[in-house]
């Protein structure tokens, strides 16, 4: 991480189009802004677009605006991403949700700082330095197809690689420390204190929703607190119980060999003559297999439902049922 710091200050005070890569939850956008403020854009405005949450039509015109009676629903004209971030910065979240098509116009932008509105004619200019993420190795897409070889270049003149967070332990106890003070101001609590038990859980935490899960548990686990330590009982089952995640998760494991991990960790733990050990071990698989899908997708129901290959309202019903609701 130190690494990361020393690139993101040396890189700030460039042009240069800079391309963030991580798994969801490390601190992309976190790091994007840093960039920005440190540049001498910073005065200038910092513009957020997830590619990820938008159709590709709707996309478009959210990065390059249109003119009114563009398509339906187009009654007035409207302003793009690109042109309200002029002489500043725009990251473009999750770049590798793009379609080849919008693909083609964001390496446009990139080379010649110039396009058109949806439904336009007329060639706008800008000045706007692009900064953008993906939590999939582009290189593999572009060797799918998926990706543009040309933009891929373009956009990786400064490559940052940001770490997961289980190969940062040692940044476990400085984070807590941060968020407890932060989550306590927010909320008018004062929990200043962690039992060393919750400690040595956290760090062993195997974090595939990265910073962004430890982020989530110490939030809740301060609104939930009734003295002024963090101690292990406010933590989720994730984290102290037997179905917690050990190492062996690398990056672009996919959700089934997740599962298959925890179904071998509870067959382990668990007695043959236990009845029920299906339905424990099922619901344990289910729950934690949710809790995570739904910090990858930031919380979205609707997202997650596609990413778990369910309707909407079952997941719904099973967030009650699991208590995950936030």
């Not at 956009?155 to 968020?179: K, M, Q, S, T």
């Not at 195997?206 to 002024?228: I, K």
Request: glycine share 6%.
């Amino acid at each position: 991480m130190q690494d990361v710091y020393r690139l993101t200050r040396r890189v700030a005070r460039s042009n240069a189009s800079v391309l963030l890569l991580g798994e969801t939850g490390t601190g992309k956008e976190m790091i994007a802004t840093a960039i920005h403020r440190l540049s001498d854009r910073g005065s200038g405005p910092f513009v957020k677009v997830n590619c990820g949450a938008l159709s590709e039509s709707l996309l478009e015109s959210e990065l390059f605006g249109h003119v009114r009676g563009s398509f339906t629903g187009a009654i007035n004209n409207r302003t793009g991403r690109f042109e309200a971030a002029h002489t500043g910065t725009i990251f473009l979240d999750e770049i590798n949700s793009t379609t080849l098509h919008l693909q083609i116009k964001l390496l446009r932008v990139l080379q010649e700082r110039e396009f058109e509105r949806v439904g336009d004619t007329e060639t706008v200019h800008v000045d706007t330095r692009v900064i953008a993420a993906s939590n999939r190795d582009l290189l593999n897409e572009v060797e799918e197809e998926r990706f543009r070889e040309d933009l891929y270049w373009r956009l990786n003149v400064v490559p940052i690689d940001i770490p997961p967070l289980r190969d940062r332990r040692e940044d476990v106890p400085e984070l807590v420390a941060y968020f407890l003070n932060f989550y306590s101001d927010v909320n008018e609590r004062f929990v200043a204190h962690i039992q060393p038990a919750a400690m040595e859980a956290l760090q062993e935490h195997h974090w595939p929703g990265n910073v962004r899960e430890l982020q989530n548990y110490v939030e809740r686990a301060v609104v939930m607190a009734e003295t002024d330590e963090l101690t292990l009982d406010l933590l989720p089952h994730s984290v102290t119980g037997s179905e917690r995640l050990t190492g062996s998760r690398v990056r672009g494991a996919d959700h089934e060999t997740l599962t298959y991990e925890v179904v071998q960790q509870g067959l382990a733990a668990a007695g043959p003559a236990e009845d029920s050990l299906h339905t424990k071990i099922v619901s344990r698989v289910e729950r934690e297999l949710i809790a995570q899908v739904m910090l990858e997708c930031g919380n979205v129901q609707t997202k997650a439902a596609a990413k778990l290959g369910i309707n909407r309202n079952t997941l719904h019903k099973k967030l009650k049922e699991y208590d995950l609701e936030s």
